[in-house]
């Protein structure tokens, strides 16, 4: 059985190490931007509420100086900015949700398949929170309500939204900070590393432990089939560019 020049090549050269591998993939980690993105949308939000807050008290239930409500909102109705408002912000949650979907896919591909797994329904509990606020809004407008049981409702449902979505994207943001400060290897790449072989471990599960569904086991093995198809693929590249530095 004959071998090519090329694999003649490969095996007969220079052993790279393993260190060299990881030291070069370790280079190569992309942190993710989405952190700034919550804490930018937790601003906003915050924001937001105070506003409604200030509208819905000074010029809904008109505590404040009627005037200055009128120079400022004009001929529209009070509640109706703060719904107008309550829409924007559902807008850029649910942006953001779309962007954080994008960036841990990218970090789903490149192996990092526990820290996608912890995330994956963490980034989605604000556009939830908002979606079930929405819902309830529409419920409150066709009951049609007194004017300020109409504006309590209001206001408590903004609060609450607030109240769920802050320690959502808390948690989310320390959690991308913390990943991005680790700057560790792929997940296969660190049990590689470390020689831990172990079948009870997250990324090498390959049967049915108890507690286990058949779903959530094939969709784990997909996951890595599909990481190491392109980990293979940045291996041989890079061990045809070390090589041929050699």
Known sequence: MTRSTEEDSLVDGPLISADALHSVIRREFQTLPTHCY????????????????????????????????KSVLGDVPGDSVVVYGKVCLWVLVLVFTRCAQHHHGQARRRGYLLFYRQTQGLNQLPLAAHSAGNVSLLVVLASRFSP?????ILLSIVVLELLVAMPCLF????????????????????????????????PTETGFREGSSLE???????DLIEYLKQHNTLLSRRLLNLTAQH
């Open 216 to 222: 959530e086991v094939v969709e784990k093995q997909a």
């Open 38 to 69: 919550a804490a930018l949308l937790f601003l906003l939000h915050v924001v937001f509420v105070v506003l409604s807050v200030c509208v819905a008290v000074l010029c809904v239930l008109k505590l404040g100086d009627a005037e200055v409500c």
């Open 171 to 202: 948690y989310y943001s320390v959690k991308v900070m913390r990943f991005n400060g680790e700057r560790a290897a792929p997940d296969v790449s660190q049990e590689e590393h470390t020689h831990n072989y172990s079948i009870t471990s997250l």
């Open 148 to 152: 300020p049981v109409h504006t309590y």
